[in-house]
């Protein structure tokens, strides 16, 4: 089965790397529309919460996978997972970190443990 991803996420941790690791070793076959490092976008348009070169990679998208990071509670992440929900996408947060965002709660998105089986699991509900 093909999927479509968009990761939110941030260059200062590994959370991209892990997420993205995690999801190669599924049996999907996954399309990533996350921003790469290797190329990132000249310029973000500060005008808009998301960025609309961003907002049509999550458009994309099949689902969201984010990390349960408290580093979410703020910033272009969180921005761009609220629009993903605002546009009706399945958003589940891999369990990075013992502590999870307060806004990952009380947004309702799903937690799964960083396990392949897990992540297979809430995958193949919400396709």
């Known amino acids: ?3 479509n991803i968009f990761i939110p996420h941030r260059w200062n941790n590994n959370d991209y790397g892990d997420i993205s690791a995690l999801l190669d070793r599924t049996k ?28 049509k990679q999550i458009k994309y998208a099949s689902v969201v996978i984010c990390s349960n990071r408290p ?15 605002s546009l009706g996408k399945p958003v589940a947060a891999v369990k990075i970190t013992e502590s999870t965002s307060s806004n990952i709660s009380l947004l309702g998105i799903d937690v799964v443990s960083k396990r392949k089986d897990s992540l297979e699991t ?6």
Do not use: H
Not at 122 to 127: A, D
């Open 1 to 3: 089965m093909k999927i």
């Open 28 to 55: 999907f076959s996954v399309r990533d529309y996350s921003v790469p490092s290797s190329s990132p976008f000249d310029s973000v348009d500060r005008r808009f919460n998301v960025d609309p070169q961003i907002q």
């Open 71 to 85: 580093a979410n509670n703020t910033g272009m992440a969180l921005d761009e997972i609220k629009f993903a929900i």
């Open 122 to 127: 809430w995958i193949s509900k919400n396709v």
